[in-house]
């Protein structure tokens, strides 16, 4: 059984849209926290949204503050990440993570994590 499962990575021109989804598993969507986390080429893997499960909590880094959302399907147990006005620093693969114990900006409190979507931007 694969607990996360991301789609909706692609190559889009600066100034574009994507949206990522991740399908997790029944146990693993009520994880306390769910993130999306990127890693650039050259650059350690940094998170991007995080939404916690009770309240429905959003966070964002501040660099895609007013460009992305995070969201959440209950019903079809799968996790969101719009992507609007997208920038080439924004390339690179997108992973969808759960954590069993906190909302989190560190990657090492996530204990599931998907296999990554490459989301490129040109200019």
């Known amino acids: 059984q694969v607990d996360l499962e991301e789609s909706g990575g692609g190559l889009v021109q600066a100034g574009g849209s994507l949206r990522l989804s991740c399908v997790a598993s029944p146990n693993t969507f009520s994880s306390p926290a769910m993130a999306w986390f990127r890693q650039g080429p050259g650059k350690e893997r940094e998170y991007v949204a995080i939404i916690s499960w009770i309240g429905g909590i959003t966070y964002y880094r501040d660099s895609v503050k007013g460009r992305f959302t995070i969201s959440r399907d209950n019903a079809k147990k799968t996790l969101y990440l719009q992507m609007n006005r997208l920038k080439p620093d924004d390339t690179a693969v997108y992973y969808c993570?759960?954590?069993?114990?906190?909302?989190?900006?560190?990657?090492?409190?996530?204990?599931?994590w998907g296999q990554g979507t490459q989301v490129a931007v040109t200019s």
């Open positions: 993570a759960a954590s069993s114990r906190r909302t989190s900006y560190r990657s090492s409190d996530y204990d599931y």
